[in-house]
């Protein structure tokens, strides 16, 4: 498990395709060349981070 941080927030879900997630809601997925996006069902994760451009990532992994 991923645990994704930027600045005071915190995105741990993860889910395989959009139409798994809750709307509005932030998660990780994996993208189709391969990365792990951040990303808001039927939003911008840039409005719930709210973190200016080039911010430093957090990326820690759990065995939870």
Request: proline share 5%; no cysteine.
């Amino acid at each position: 498990i991923f645990r994704l941080s930027l600045g005071k927030k915190t995105i741990h879900k993860k889910y395989a395709s959009y139409s798994d997630a809750p709307t509005r809601t932030p998660f990780q997925i994996v993208g189709s060349s391969g990365l792990l996006e951040l990303v808001v069902k039927n939003g911008k994760a840039t409005d719930y981070i709210k973190a200016p451009i080039m911010s430093r990532i957090k990326l820690t992994v759990s065995d939870e």
